[in-house]
């Protein structure tokens, strides 16, 4: 039987966004395909072993919760990610999650170190929050494809020289409101400002994710006409 | 002296124009004229006034102050649902002409401290916070450093405050002050089995370590302690015990306050709206009310417009929970569960800035909770393909789900689905919409507010 085994990292803390969606929307659609699906969580002062998960899920948390996780990520986490990381193992970091990838964030005048599997660092510049129904255009080996979803963050990430971004914006602000692009990947590590959550509006992609972390050809078909609605009106309220 | 006929005018005019409408828009042209005005207007106020802030129940808290207060013979003034920042406030005191004995008023829970400054109220009730509208107020914590610099400000010194001991967030706000009034339910036969998704500030504000609860009651509200000591629930001076909850119909409970003891029945539901009593119960007792006029006000509440009223549509009777945030709407969720039989539900997600933008808030609400109970769930509002989508993966079987986006079409196709009573599970912009609707449809009541 197929098997897709979840890590969520703290999901006590870092949940704002109501990030649990995003994992049962993985949960639910493994069960209806029969492919057996395992959530465990590690927060506060748990290790992780890399090779016991196919999937690390990191959501949005309260800028004081995501300074408790940074520093317990550096002292009980780091290196179990980077060898997941590098082992082709998904690693999906979303809003503070998505920070917390970087080689650090500010957070006031403090810069906060992260976990650095990928090449950037968010930083606070003056002006507004960026807040907004956001979509962008990605490609993920199978063609061009959008995401949609709703982002809130006052940080502006800063890819670096060796980053890529996810995607392009087609509408909303993205990673710093004027650079046009959003997100990070570094083969399966992901990162995204998208929240909202973001798997149940663009289903396609919580499929990329079953299939790419669980290491299955192909998925089989579902009836998903409620989430083709939803995705083309969480696009739609995004501006397209 | 030279400002104060000014002000006299300027508030005689403004007030002309107000009339009876239920808008903000004299308040606010009179705070630009005269910044200081609700600081002067309430001045004037024999009783002087009290202010109510909380994420959840804040028109309710406050019906239910006025029903204990009114029949005293106190003739307050306070504000419209909704109308609660600065103008809105400052509209209700215009618009009383000066013939009000106390002001009672509620305060936007991020715009408290502008308010309170001006107000220097008698009494202030902060009731709770919970995880609402991200993308207007920003974080819970946030929040609850904006009420920290009002608890400690100058224009708060001579102010009771009344705080709720369950919630953690709220009840530190008093730590350093030893006359703080606080409730809270001391009942425990109601726990839940642990802290919910969308539990906020389960976290020591102090120390960071996780609260060890010993019995959560509502969201993060319940009996708990930091496991360093420091912090722990404040005993409250006014609690409930041996809560009974009926359905949608009402909830029963003995309330305890320092003048004795009242077994309480409110005509609302669920135990949020006794945790709305105590609010009340607490700040009508920081006010001065006996406790026999806080028991009969309690009793004979009428619920605030959408906040489970029952109206009838045709035959079939129709109950109105307005749901905004993840804590309110489990509230809603767990009380429809003491209902018996299968559910037909009419649920309404609106994306308008009054409901917040980001819908997110859907996730967090668990819905799971009723998923087995549904006979019908209409999806409605301006984003109801995706509440449709979280209905399904709540386990609500898609055959089962219904969705109209269009609200006056919704509601009939929800009424035409329906075997029993329907139960219309709107947000905010949504339920003044449908308000517009049954009032067109002449079911609504004229007094509603």
């Known amino acids: 039987m197929p098997q897709l085994r979840v890590c969520a990292l703290y999901p006590d803390l870092m949940n704002i966004y109501a990030d649990r969606g995003n994992l049962l929307v993985l949960e639910r659609r493994c069960a209806w395909r029969g492919i057996d699906f395992r959530l465990q969580g590690a927060s506060l002062g748990e290790e992780i072993d890399p090779e016991a998960h196919d999937l690390f899920y990191i959501g949005g948390g309260q800028d004081r919760d995501q300074e408790l996780c940074a520093q317990d990520m550096l002292e009980t986490k780091r290196d ?11 690693v999906f970091g979303v809003c503070g999650g998505y920070q917390l990838l970087g080689h650090a964030y500010e957070l006031g005048d403090r810069e906060i170190p992260g976990l650095g599997l990928v090449d950037l660092r968010t930083v606070r510049e003056e002006g507004p929050r960026l807040i907004g129904n956001v979509a962008i255009e990605v490609d993920l080996g199978d063609g061009v494809q959008v995401l949609a979803g709703f982002e809130n963050h006052a940080g502006r990430t800063l890819l670096g020289s ?36 973001l798997l149940p509006k663009n289903i396609w992609f919580a499929d990329w994710l079953i299939r790419t972390a669980a290491r299955l050809g192909s998925l089989s078909q579902l009836d998903d006409r409620l989430e083709a609605d939803a995705h083309v009106l969480a696009r739609r309220v995004a501006g397209m | 002296m030279r400002a104060r006929p000014a002000l006299a005018r300027t508030v005689g005019a403004l007030s002309r124009r107000a009339g009876r409408g239920g808008t903000s828009l004299p308040g606010k042209l009179l705070l630009r ?23 959840n129940g804040k028109t309710t808290t406050a019906a239910m102050v006025s029903s204990i207060l009114e029949p005293t013979g106190t003739r307050l003034i306070y504000n419209r649902a909704g109308a609660n920042m600065a103008g809105g406030v400052a509209t209700a005191l215009l618009d009383a002409r000066g013939r009000g004995d106390l002001g009672l008023f509620e305060v936007d829970e991020f715009w408290l401290g502008g308010v309170v400054d001006q107000l220097r109220p008698r009494a202030l009730l902060l009731a709770n916070l919970f995880r609402d509208q991200l993308d207007r107020y920003g974080e819970l914590e946030t929040i609850a450093d904006r009420w920290q610099d009002v608890v400690d400000s100058p224009s708060t010194a001579q102010t009771r405050l009344v705080l709720n001991a369950d919630d953690p967030l709220v009840a530190d706000l008093g730590r350093a002050r030893d006359d703080v009034l606080y409730f809270g339910v001391q009942d425990t036969s109601l726990a839940l089995p642990g802290l919910q998704h969308a539990a906020d500030s389960t976290h ?17 509200l319940g009996h708990y302690h930091c496991p360093t000591g420091d912090a722990t629930r404040p005993q409250p001076a006014v609690f409930a015990d041996a809560v009974q909850l009926n359905g949608v119909r009402d909830a029963a409970f003995t309330l305890t306050t320092p003048a004795g003891t009242r077994r309480v029945t ?14 009340a119960a607490a700040l009508a007792t920081a006010l001065g009310a006996s406790l026999e006029q806080i028991a009969a006000g ?18 079939r009777p129709m109950t109105l929970l307005l749901i905004k945030n993840p804590a309110g709407a489990n509230e809603v969720l767990r009380t429809l569960l003491l209902e018996e039989g299968e559910i037909d539900l009419f649920a309404v997600l609106n994306d308008n800035i009054a409901d917040g933008r980001d819908v997110s808030w859907v996730w967090d609400a668990d819905f799971e909770l009723l998923a087995e109970r549904l006979a019908r769930v209409t999806c409605s509002g301006t984003r109801a393909a995706e509440l449709a989508v979280r209905m399904k993966y709540a386990g609500v079987p898609a055959e089962r789900i219904v969705v109209v986006p269009e609200l006056e079409a919704g509601l009939d196709a929800a009424l035409a689905g329906a075997t029993g009573p329907l139960y219309a599970l709107p947000t905010y912009t949504a339920m003044l919409a449908l308000r ?14």
């Not at chain 2, 409110?266 to 609010?279: E, K, Q, S």
């Open chain 1, 80 to 90: 179990a990610l980077a060898a997941a990381a590098d082992a082709g193992k998904v």
């Open chain 2, 204 to 220: 020591c504000r102090r120390c960071g370590q996780p609260y060890v609860y010993d019995a959560v009651l509502l969201g993060h």
């Open chain 2, 266 to 279: 409110v005509p609302l539901p669920g135990l949020y709206n006794v945790y709305n009593a105590l609010a």
């Open chain 1, 162 to 197: 060796t980053a890529q971004p996810l995607g392009r914006v087609l509408h909303g602000h993205g990673n710093t409101g004027s650079s046009g692009f959003e997100g990070v990947r570094r083969d399966n590590v992901i990162g995204t400002y998208l929240h909202g959550p």
């Open chain 2, 436 to 449: 517009d609707l049954l009032s067109r449809r002449g079911v609504a009541r004229s007094s509603w507010a």
């Open chain 2, 298 to 315: 309690l009793a004979t509440v009428a619920p605030a417009f959408g906040r489970a009223e029952t109206v009838h549509m045709g035959q």
């Open chain 2, 33 to 55: 004229m005269a910044p200081d005005a609700i600081g002067r207007l309430s001045a004037r106020l024999p009783q002087g006034a009290a202010a109510i802030s909380a994420t």
